[in-house]
């Protein structure tokens, strides 16, 4: 997108736009978020921590060698403010053929050797390779889906993505209730990933071609390199469990992912709003007023939804599971409340990162990046050797997210003027409170459904009373905003 074509838009209407997009997201997030939860409690219960493990290990090292070949070319395509040539397009097509197709081969090649180093069981071996075809439908999507990011099409983007986790989920469900075991994990990935492709090829038709063009070669590579070498020190941050595995065996990673995996179910609110931030801070880069209230709207917002969440699981974390996954999922406690402690900071993250990216700060983004993960894997190399066990990567988030979370905060004052205490704050208060509610109403009762909706609905009653007290009338003043 021009410059020219960017300021027919006012910053308003930007915001508008975003939040129907977001409206569009969560409505059909919604739906695959109560499939996906489906899902997560029946694997849980027919498959066993070490199988699940063992599966968080092999898309790790599949996840890896994707974000290496990606070269950061969808942040940059999305970015850029000109309109995209055909050459523009090819040329990154051909780029990331070129490096996928590397990947798979080298995959496939270092199977055996991945298997043995973290003591996973025979059968792993073709499910690396199987798994690592992915790579090469990512190249198909890659055109289709920024194209439809740069319009802000948040409608048909959303639909994509609900029609591949639907796929996931509902795969994965059929075939291991027919005793598919860590297969059934594989497979559901595999035929995901080619409906995602499918439908974004859809809405977005583009016909595949090779090109070699040194001038876009230079802009790709100039913002997606940082972009990416960010992304990669990303995905190293967030794998420090599978990553790990060398040392607790894939039964810890079991427990982590586990608990992850909830965990994650609080940070629903901020996936959806960050699909949408950077192409959204993007457009609105170059007005300091425009960014600061775009960012306090999704702080606002994000912290409003995901909050009552986080109290949920903290709150009634051992009924939850004793009831819904069983007992053999009890080691994981420990785990998901700090892992739930790191998620109240890692909302700030999540919404902050993407505004130095949008503005083109890729060096400051990429320190502070480092920075972070260097901090996270030091913190777990020394506490996955103590007595906390596996636990002890989950202590490492949650002590190295809020002090990325501050930083970041520093860096954007210099972006754009936001006010994130005033903007978070009425939410984690009032979360804190309806937590303590429910862990007080849980162990007063005896440990049935029954007991748990009741302890559920207290407290979540207690946060909404609380929000409309300190915060209501600038929510209303927000809904008005953005649907007027």
């Known amino acids: 997108m021009n410059g020219s074509e960017a300021g027919l838009v006012s910053s308003g209407d930007w915001q508008r736009r975003a939040a129907r997009g977001l409206v569009a997201l969560m409505v059909r997030d919604g739906v695959i978020r109560v499939l996906a939860l489906a899902s997560h409690i029946v694997l849980a219960r027919l498959l066993s921590p070490e199988a699940l493990g063992a599966f968080a290990v092999v898309l790790f090292a599949v996840s890896l060698f994707d974000v290496i070949g990606e070269l950061g070319l969808s942040g940059a395509l999305v970015q850029r403010r000109e309109l995209l040539t055909l050459p523009d397009q090819r040329t990154a097509f051909t780029l990331q053929a070129l490096i996928e197709g590397v990947s798979v081969l080298l995959i496939w090649l270092a199977a055996p050797t991945l298997a043995a180093?973290?003591?996973?069981?025979?059968?792993?071996?073709?499910?690396?390779?199987?798994?690592?075809?992915?790579?090469?439908?990512?190249?198909?999507?890659?055109?289709?889906?920024?194209?439809?990011?740069?319009?802000?099409?948040y409608g048909r983007l959303s639909l994509a993505g609900a029609l591949r986790a639907a796929t996931y989920h509902a795969v994965a469900l059929a075939l291991a209730l027919a005793g598919f075991g860590i297969w059934s994990l594989g497979l559901a990935f595999l035929a995901s990933v080619v409906v995602g492709t499918g439908a974004l090829w859809a809405f977005a038709p583009w016909?595949?071609?090779?090109?070699?063009?040194?001038?876009?070669?230079?802009w790709l590579l100039r913002f997606g390199g940082p972009f990416q070498a960010q992304r990669l020190v990303h995905l190293a941050k967030d794998n420090v469990a599978p990553a790990l595995g060398v040392v607790y065996g894939a039964a810890g990673v079991g427990y982590l992912s586990f608990a992850g995996r909830l965990a994650?179910?609080?940070?629903?609110?901020?996936?959806?709003?960050?699909?949408?931030?950077?192409?959204?801070?993007?457009?609105?880069?170059?007005?300091?007023?425009?960014?600061?209230?775009?960012?306090?709207?999704?702080?606002?917002?994000?912290?409003?939804?995901?909050?009552?969440?986080?109290?949920?699981?903290?709150?009634?974390?051992?009924?939850?599971v004793h009831l819904v996954y069983t007992d053999k999922w009890l080691p994981a406690l420990p785990a998901l409340y700090l892992l739930c402690a790191e998620a109240v900071f890692g909302l700030l993250t999540s919404l902050l990162m993407p505004v130095l990216q949008a503005t083109g700060r890729l060096s400051t983004a990429l320190r502070l990046s480092l920075a972070w993960a260097g901090l996270t894997w030091a913190l777990a190399l020394v506490l996955a050797w103590s007595p906390l066990g596996f636990a002890g990567v989950a202590a490492a988030y949650a002590l190295s997210t809020p002090l990325a979370a501050l930083l970041l905060a520093r860096q954007i004052r210099a972006v754009a003027p936001v006010r994130l205490l005033p903007s978070a704050g009425p939410a984690a208060g009032a979360a804190l409170a309806a937590g303590a509610i429910m862990?007080?109403?849980?162990?007063?009762?005896?440990?049935?459904?029954?007991?748990?909706?009741?302890?559920?609905?207290a407290g979540l009653a207690v946060y909404a009373g609380l929000i409309a007290w300190w915060q209501g009338r600038r929510l209303l003043a927000d809904a008005r905003e953005l649907w007027r």
């Open 117 to 153: 180093a973290y003591r996973l069981p025979p059968d792993t071996v073709p499910l690396f390779r199987w798994l690592s075809l992915s790579l090469l439908l990512s190249t198909v999507a890659l055109i289709p889906e920024a194209r439809l990011e740069r319009k802000l099409d």
């Open 264 to 320: 994650t179910l609080s940070a629903a609110p901020a996936a959806l709003v960050n699909r949408i931030s950077f192409a959204t801070y993007a457009r609105v880069q170059d007005d300091r007023a425009a960014m600061g209230a775009t960012l306090e709207l999704a702080v606002r917002w994000t912290a409003l939804l995901s909050c009552p969440l986080i109290a949920l699981l903290c709150g009634l974390g051992r009924p939850i």
């Open 439 to 457: 862990a007080l109403i849980a162990g007063r009762l005896n440990t049935s459904l029954a007991s748990l909706a009741v302890a559920a609905v």
């Open 207 to 218: 016909r595949p071609g090779w090109a070699w063009d040194r001038a876009s070669i230079r």
